[in-house]
C-alpha cells in the first residue's frame, strides 16, 4: 500500500574516539591552527582507533536512534547506510550493520552518493517505505576517514597525542603534499529512523535531486579501481592515490551554487517559500561554503546549522549529526519546516525538505 507520508521518529550519532586538535595536525605535517580555520572552520575532528570499521560506528549511531525513537532493533524491517568509506571494497556496510544489530534476514541497501549521501539516502528510504517495502526502516550515514590519511603509524601515534617523538622529514614531507584535504575530514555516524505517518502536518515532503557527471576527477579516489590490472598496486600506495584529489575551488564554486539551487528548486516543488523554511541543515563540508549558501539564500544567522568546527567533514554523517543535535538542543521544534542540502563527488547534489 503506498503511504502518503513519512517522518522520522528518532536519530542519534556517534563519533570516533579520539579528538584531534588543528594543533595536533601541525605535528605530522606543515599546516597551522589559524590556515585550517580560516579556510574551513574547523577546530578539531574525530578519529577512531585502529580497528574500528565504518560498520562498527554505524551500529553504535543506529542503537542511540533507536533508543530515541523508542524502537527495538528487532522492529526494523529495512536497512539503508550511506557511506563512501565502507569497510570492504565489496560487499557494503549495510549487510554487516544488519548482521552486528542481530537482525533477521531483512533487506538491506547501500548508498554511494558520498557528501549527497544524506539527502540520496533519504529519498531512497522515504520512497522504500510509502511503497510499503519497509514499515520501520533504520537510514545511517555513517564514514572513516582515517584510512585516507597519507600516515605512517608513527604519525598516528603523534596526532593521537600517543608520542610526542618528532616525525622524520621524508613522512612529514610525503603528508604535506595532502595537506589542502587531510586537515578537512573527520571519523563520525549518524542514524534516523524512518515509519509512515498519518499526520497530515508533519514528515518528509519533497526532494530536487541532480548529477553531473562531467567533472569527476575534480574530487575523486584515483587508486582503487577497475579500471586498473590489479585495482590496486604498490604504485598506488607509494604514490598516495589512494587520498582523494580535489578541486577545492571547483567544488567550492559547485557547492555555493547547486545547494541554495537545489533548496529553492524543491520549496518551488512543494509550493513553500523561503521565508516558511526554519533551519537550513547543509551538509559540513567546509564553514566557507555554508556562509556562501547562507549568502545566496540571504538566510539570517538562526536559520542555518554549523557545526563543521567540532567535528570537520563527516561526509554523509554530517546532516544527520547536525539534525540530532538540533533536535535535542530544542532547535528544532515540532512543526518546523527543515531544508537538508548537500553537494558531493559526483558530482551528485540536491536538497530535502521536511515538517518535524
Ligand atoms: N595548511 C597550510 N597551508 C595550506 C594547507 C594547509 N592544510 N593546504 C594548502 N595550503 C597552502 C597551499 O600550499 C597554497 O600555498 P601557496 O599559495 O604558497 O601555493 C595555499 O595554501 C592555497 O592553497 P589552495 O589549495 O589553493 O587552497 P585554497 O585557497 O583553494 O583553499 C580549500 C583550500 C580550503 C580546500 C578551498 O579550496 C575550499 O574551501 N574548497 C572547498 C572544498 C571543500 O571544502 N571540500 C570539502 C570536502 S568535499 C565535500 O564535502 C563536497
Redesign the pocket.
Known sequence: MVQAHTRIYGSGFVTGDNCVKNEA?TRV????DE??RE??GIEQRYFVNEGTATSDLAVAAAKKALADAGWQASDVDYIVVATMTPDYYFPGVSSIVQAKLGLGNIPTLDIRQ???GFVYGLQVSDALVRAGAGKKLLFIGAEIHSGFMPWSKHQWDVALGKSTDPVSQQDRDFA?KF???????GDAAGAVCIAPTDDPKRGILGFSLHTDGKDVES?YVPSAGFKYRPYFSEEHVREGRYV?V????T??K??VTKMPESVNAVLAKCELKLDDVNLLIP????L??SEGVQKQLKLADDRIYNNIQKYG?T?AA?IPIAYDECRKSGRIKKGDLIAFT????G?HWGAALMRE
Not at 589542502?180 to 575530514?185: I, M, P, Q, Y
Not at 551538509?283 to 567546509?286: D, G, I, T
Open positions: 595536525l605535517c606543515d599546516t597551522t590556515w585550517i579556510r574551513s558520498q557528501c549527497s604535506t595537506r589542502h584535504l587531510t586537515v578537512l575530514f574530487l582523494p580535489m578541486d577545492g575551488r567544488v567550492f559547485m557547492a551538509h559540513q563540508a567546509n566557507r561554503i567533514n561526509t554530517t548537500g553537494l558531493g563527488a558530482f
